[in-house]
T-cell receptor, first 115, second 117 residues
Framework: AQSVTQLGSHVSVSEGALVLLRCNYS??????LFWYVQYPNQGLQLLLK??????LVKGINGFEAEFKKSETSFHLTKPSAHMSDAAEYFC?????????????FGKGTLLTVNP | GAGVSQSPSNKVTEKGKDVELRCDPI?????LYWYRQSLGQGLEFLIY????????KSGLPSDRFSAERTGGSVSTLTIQRTQQEDSAVYLC???????????????FGEGSRLTVL
């Protein structure tokens, strides 16, 4: 069964600093991987996704993530944090086989950006 | 509408009462999902609809929870005899038919925050 682990429920960075949010997954087959962002009192919106092809994927708002099969990781990065990046971030993995319609989400990482 | 619409946005109820939460997905999206978001628990899958059918209800926590979808569009999640542990944000999402591919992007509503006193 697929699962997602996000290391660190809360990450705090200074404005302008590197953002690194960690995600590891377990999957018996090559997965589809996603990062979603949730701003306060809003629904989730897609930041970026990996399906096939290039392992470094770029998303909105300057975020990117790299799929590393050997490490079963899909960490999210942004070179320079902005105050508007403060939100909760969720990593998700698609299922395979008969449950391929389903996404499993990690527990989320709350990003705080300090001035 | 342009996005997934959920109502009510906030619901406060007393323990033991029934509640109904509504989801209006993006027009043309055949797949519809309900997730529950509790503090520190991430998103918990509840139920999946393809059209009006629910091939996966495995995430519904108990028989107090039920959901239906009519006309391949609007869905209602019903919680009977609410308990305090039902307090959470209930998120609805829709997506186009994925055919045989693994799930792609889900489009989420803003959620219905349920508080059971």
């Amino acid at each position: 069964a697929q699962s997602v682990t996000q290391l660190g429920s809360h990450v705090s960075v200074s404005e302008g600093a590197l953002v690194l949010l960690r995600c590891n997954y377990s999957s018996s087959v090559p997965p589809y991987l996603f990062w979603y962002v949730q701003y306060p009192n809003q629904g989730l919106q897609l930041l970026l996704k990996y399906t096939t092809g290039a392992t470094l994927v770029k998303g909105i708002n300057g975020f990117e993530a790299e799929f590393k099969k050997s490490e079963t990781s899909f960490h999210l990065t942004k070179p320079s944090a902005h105050m508007s990046d403060a939100a909760e971030y969720f990593c998700a993995v698609s299922h395979s086989g008969g449950s391929n319609y389903k996404l499993t989400f990690g527990k989320g990482t709350l990003l705080t950006v300090n001035p | 509408g342009a996005g997934v619409s959920q109502s009510p946005s906030n619901k406060v109820t007393e323990k033991g009462k029934d509640v109904e939460l509504r989801c209006d997905p993006i027009s043309g999206h055949t797949a519809l999902y309900w997730y529950r978001q509790s503090l520190g628990q991430g998103l918990e899958f509840l139920i999946y609809f393809q059209g009006n059918s629910a091939p996966d209800k495995s995430g519904l926590p108990s028989d107090r929870f039920s959901a239906e979808r009519t006309g391949g569009s609007v869905s209602t999640l019903t919680i009977q005899r609410t308990q305090q542990e039902d307090s959470a944000v209930y998120l609805c999402a829709s997506s186009p038919n994925q055919d045989r591919l693994p799930a792609g992007e889900l489009f989420f509503g803003e959620g219905s925050r349920l508080t059971v006193l």
